[in-house]
């Protein structure tokens, strides 16, 4: 498990603010329940995983806030 800052990604970055537009907007459409809130206990393990990563990192932007 990772602690403090996280390495930033242009590339990851710009991937995330793009192309998952059109690509959950269809998986919303067909996959019920998909993208809504507490969606996240179908897999407890990442989903744990992922909450002590996001309570212990945090973004380099945070470091000009």
Known sequence: ???G???PSPLKSL???TGGRAT???KRALIPGYGR???GWLHP???LY???YRRTTFPFRDLFR
């Open 24 to 26: 959950r907007a269809v």
């Open 15 to 17: 991937s995330a603010r």
């Open 45 to 47: 393990r990442r989903k």
């Open 37 to 39: 809130k507490g969606m």
């Open 5 to 7: 800052l996280r390495k």
């Open 50 to 52: 992922d909450e002590m």
């Open 1 to 3: 498990m990772r602690f």
